[in-house]
């Protein structure tokens, strides 16, 4: 077939797929960033002396993990529009993988926080932290430069399970693919060029993270 | 709403199978693929570490739906057409088997070598080393990995709604469409996959619990 | 000069589950007192001294914080009578502690260390927390080591930042844990050396420990406990050189079979070490 007529179609299409990239980047950040406090929180509620608090974190893991990421974004489209309340795609698949990550990320942060010796929250409370104070000033900033390696992986799995919002029509990365893809009639090509992106995107995060703890465990 | 319910269950009940049908096949074609994957990683290590690198790369950086489109929409380009069924199916089992050869490798890394070296040194063969000494602790360490593995292919063949396949995702989308009722069908959606995972969680803690070798000594 | 002890316990009990650990204590802190428990391990006494802070929580019996009730609103002593955190924070605020384990926070430097406690609890502004924390680092010898991190330091030098930390926020009490347990033999004196320089000061301390003939020399009153209870109190030249029970005889038998002068000196505190008294003997 003719390769240089797709090669120019996909040129011009290359301002669409950068477009594309970007709103997958945008939102899987957005869903990391979301979930990183909310799997805290998570955390948090798991660990509490109330049984009704750390009952539904325990459920609320369970069932973001133990569901297809694809069904939990249609839950979060359809569910609320028959409830009379319209959500546009970008917004429904932001909630759904914010909450999504929220799960996984509350799994490894909680690995990081209970690394933290006691002694140390001992020490807070003496000197008369808060609770507050303590979780953030403390252990935080401990917990994500533990679990660094875990959260870029996350964040690498958070950008490949983005790819079903193109169901509900998000264009990102994936639907341009298949804008792509039905304007050239060259589905192979196109969806392997998507594909390449994504794998762009991939190895570049691994590289960043590897390079960082790196960096960071050779600071001591 | 309840009735309503009752007069889905069989259509769920066939989807279940679809889906069930799907993951398992792609499941235990991919554990097979991945474990000969492996071995010949391990065979022939020199000529085949770049090519497995790069296989496990593709395939790991990748969305798994990129990866079914392809195989689904870009194949018949080159000569290859399958039925949405049988796509998924190769599409999944290629994708799983990345995935399991990286836990082989890594359950076959966990044995420590100086295990296998006084094996060698008090002279017992390769076969033997290899049946009493590594596979009994390779697969107790495999084997939680290997059943969160398989939970992620029965999640991922949701995917496959997307190409048609009448799994259980299609098949609750195409009653919410039809019958304009959102919550019921999708709780119900929510709770069968929620409870087809939980059954492989399950199924493997009681497998390990049960097989004497497969029980973690330390 | 006050009479109101700046710590009371009175009737003191802790128990964990079936096991009763603190079975009535009494005991008055004055200002300006030195006051060293002693003991075997598991005789209560770092439950008693973490009761006095609330790190640990008593379920019998009152401790009073300079007139103050610790930790319970009213006489009832379950969870529903716990005052507030807020409450709680604010009673112990003249109270300050010294851990075992040094407890410092290893993603923060030493200065960090040192001023976060007043900037988050006492709302010190960052710069005048930090003026402090020098000040504190330079009372301890340690003001060259501020921008340091922690597990750069050894366990000596730990120990005397969390000693700067304790002493940052200005405390009127200092409560220490076996400050030099976890210490190497070589790195103990340069603690020890700094905590009597702070007792010389007049601060009031309650410190647990088992360093003995260190205990003899500084404190104003020692307490041996047993089985979370005291068996007997006193100055120290009573109860090491005088003792009265049997039982405290049988714990201090190892120090006195090796020799080991621990009465105090009459004319106050000099420094010197169990080899050189040894020597002396």
Redesign the interface.
Known sequence: MNDPDFLAHAASYLPQLLQGALTTLWLSALAVVCGFFAGIFIYTMSVSQSRLLSTAARVHVSMFRGTPVLVQLLVFYYVPSALGLDLPGAVAAAIALSLNTAAYQSQILGVGFRSIPRGQIEAAVTFNLTRRQTLWYIEVPQVVRTTLPALVSEMIDVIKASAVVSVISVTDLMRVGQQLSSSTYRPLEAYSLAACFYLGITTLLSITGHVYSRYATRRG | MMNNLITILPSYGAAVLVTLEVSVLAALLGIAGGFVINALRLRFTRSLALPYGFFV??IR???????L??IY???P??GVTMSAVQATIVSLALYSSAYFAEIFRAAWNSVPHGQLEAAQVFGISRWARFRVIELPQAAAFALPLLANQV?LVI?????A??ITVPEL?MT??GI?SATY???GP?AL??VA??LL??AVSLLAQQVSARIPFLRKTS | MSALPIIQLRAVGKSYGANRVLKGIDLDVMRGEIVTLIGPSGSGKTTALRCMNFLEAYDEGEIWIKGQLLGYRSTGRTLRDRDSEATIAEIRRPVSMVFQQFNLWPHMSVLDNVATPLVLAKKVPKSEARRKALAALTRVGLEHKADVYPTRLSGGQQQRVGIARALAIEPEVMLLDEPTSALDPELVEEVLTVIRSLAQEGMTMVMVTHEMSFAAKISDKVVFMEAGRIVEAGPPAQLFGNTRTTRLQQFLKPWFDRSLSIAAPADGMTASTPQVEAAQA
Do not use: R
């Not at chain 2, 999640?155 to 995917?159: N, P, R």
């Open positions: 790369w593709l950086g990748t969305p798994y739906l990129s990866q489109v392809v929409f870009g194949l380009a080159l939970i999640k991922e063949s949701s995917v709604s997307i995702t609750a989308s919410v009722t959102y919550i999708y959606l929510i996959y929620w995972t939980q």
